[in-house]
């Protein structure tokens, strides 16, 4: 079946490192992106990609790098310029869902500083 | 400022007791608005896409309807399986370019049996 796989589902970040968080999929989809989810907050987002070998910062993109290189993979790099890093971070793809359309997302990575 | 507010924040409900959830908005120009479920430590799972004001879709206990400023989630008889947070979204005219989505905080259902 389609769809997107984000790993790791944990991450433990030590202070002052970069960590890589994946996000793999396989809708054929061109536009992916990243979100951030605070408790209480709505999702945010942080970059998204329209086409391979670009992408665009969102809101919240300081302290934090991607890259696409192919159009199934969008990695996020968390820098250690991130001083609050502690979150839930969502990938997602649009596009053509059966019978609609919109946004897929992983199942979510979750990043703590340790 | 583009908006979306989500109310109520929380709702807990009997077993077959029926509600709604509300999402109001403020955009410029409405491209789409969406509704996700999401479970705990889960991403979100997609429910409806809406366009135009009067428009309804239905999917088993749910049905999402659009007017020019907010859109309700109905919850017919809700079972304990429906308690999730439902997110709501909007895509606005702006950014139909990047397909950006503007999210609600959500409202937590809890339904009892």
């Known amino acids: 079946d389609g769809g997107i796989t984000q790993s790791p589902k944990y991450l433990f970040r030590k202070e002052g490192q970069n960590v890589t968080l994946s996000c793999e999929q396989n809708?054929?989809?061109?536009?992916m992106y990243w979100y951030r989810q605070d408790p209480g907050q709505g999702l945010r987002l942080i970059y998204y990609?329209?086409?391979?070998?670009?992408?665009q910062k969102g809101d919240i993109a300081e302290g934090y790098s991607v890259s696409r290189e192919k159009k199934e993979s969008f990695p996020l790099t968390v820098t250690s310029a991130q001083k609050n890093p502690t979150a839930f971070y969502l990938c997602a793809s649009i596009g053509e869902i059966p019978g609609s359309y919109g946004y897929t997302f992983g199942s979510g990575t979750r990043l703590t500083v340790v | 400022e583009d908006q979306v507010t989500q109310s109520p924040e929380a709702l807990r409900l009997q077993e077959g007791e029926s509600s709604s959830l509300n999402c109001s908005y403020t955009v410029s120009g409405l491209r789409g608005l969406f509704w996700y479920r999401q479970d705990p430590g889960k991403g979100p799972e997609f429910l409806f896409t809406l366009y135009s004001a009067g428009e309804e879709k239905e999917k088993e206990r749910l049905k999402a309807t659009l007017t020019k400023k907010e859109s309700f989630l109905h919850i017919t008889a809700p079972k304990p399986e429906d308690s999730a947070t439902y997110l709501c979204?909007?895509?606005?005219?702006?950014?139909?370019?990047?397909?950006?989505?503007?999210f609600g905080t959500g409202t937590l259902l809890a339904v009892q049996p």
């Open positions: 990609s329209q086409i391979v070998n670009d992408f």
């Open positions: 979204a909007v895509q606005e005219g702006d950014q139909g370019a990047t397909n950006k989505l503007i």
């Open positions: 809708l054929n989809h061109d536009a």
